[in-house]
């Protein structure tokens, strides 16, 4: 049994959880600055910038989510 490759899978996993997760959370933050009452006396575009960018970061998270799913379920690339 080759233990080392246990520490490879686990650090993959560590990186790609820790990735996702950021990447999800800088665009809930971003999102919630662009819905901030506060901010309205920033410029629209700046306003709509950070929407985009919370979505952009929310779609990239979709898409690892989904990559993960398609290399764990054999059906999908058989």
């Not at 233990?3 to 490879?8: N, S």
């Not at 820790?18 to 959370?25: D, E, H, P």
């Not at 898409?63 to 993960?68: E, N, T």
Request: hydrophobic share 55%.
């Amino acid at each position: 049994m080759h233990w080392l490759d246990y520490l490879v899978v686990f650090g993959v996993t560590l990186v790609a959880a820790l990735t996702v997760v950021g990447i999800y959370s800088f665009g809930v933050r971003l999102y919630a600055v662009s819905q901030d009452e506060d901010s309205a006396t920033m410029p629209t575009n700046r306003l709509a910038l950070a929407k985009a960018g919370a979505f952009t970061c929310f779609a990239l998270s979709a898409v690892a989510v989904l990559y993960g799913i398609y290399l764990i379920v054999p059906a999908l690339h058989n």
